[in-house]
C-alpha cells in the first residue's frame, strides 16, 4: 500500500504562489511516476502536471509556465510549485501516483491518491 498525503494549500490572492507538497509513503513510492490533479466545484478532476520518476516533466496547457513539478526521491515527497496563480486555478488538488501502464494524463490510470489540499486564489 502506498499513503499520500498533500500539504501547503491555502488562501492567496492573483499573482501570489504558493508550494504545494506530497509525502508517500509504503514499499517503493520513490519508483513511481506521479501527478497532481485538481478538481473545482462542480467541474470534473482535470489533469495538472506530471513526473515519471526519472524527473521527466508534463504540464496542462493551463498552468505550463507558472507551475512546476519536481520531486525528492530520497524524501518520498513530490512538490508543485504554482506560481502567478490565478482565479481559475481555485481547486482542491489531488497528489496521485500512477500506474505501470496508461496515460500520463488519465486519473484512471493512477493507482493511488491523496485526500486533498484545497487552494482559492482571490481576485
Known amino acids: 500500500q502506498v499513503q499520500l498525503v498533500e500539504s501547503g494549500g491555502g488562501l492567496v490572492q492573483a499573482g501570489g504562489s504558493l508550494r504545494l507538497s506530497c509525502a508517500a509513503s509504503?514499499?517503493?513510492?520513490?519508483?513511481?511516476?506521479m501527478g497532481w490533479f485538481r478538481q473545482a466545484p462542480g467541474e470534473e478532476r482535470e489533469f495538472v502536471a506530471f513526473?515519471?520518476?526519472?524527473?521527466?516533466?508534463y504540464y496542462s496547457d493551463s498552468v505550463k509556465g507558472r507551475f512546476t513539478i519536481s520531486r525528492d526521491n530520497a524524501k518520498n515527497t513530490v512538490y508543485l510549485q504554482m506560481n502567478n496563480l490565478k482565479p481559475e486555478d481555485t481547486a482542491v488538488y489531488y497528489c496521485a501516483q500512477k500506474g505501470a501502464l496508461g496515460s500520463a494524463m488519465r486519473s484512471d490510470d493512477y493507482n493511488y491518491w491523496g485526500q486533498g489540499t484545497q487552494v482559492t486564489v482571490s481576485s
Open positions: 513526473s515519471s520518476w526519472t524527473g521527466v516533466t
Open positions: 509504503g514499499r517503493t513510492a520513490s519508483s513511481y511516476a
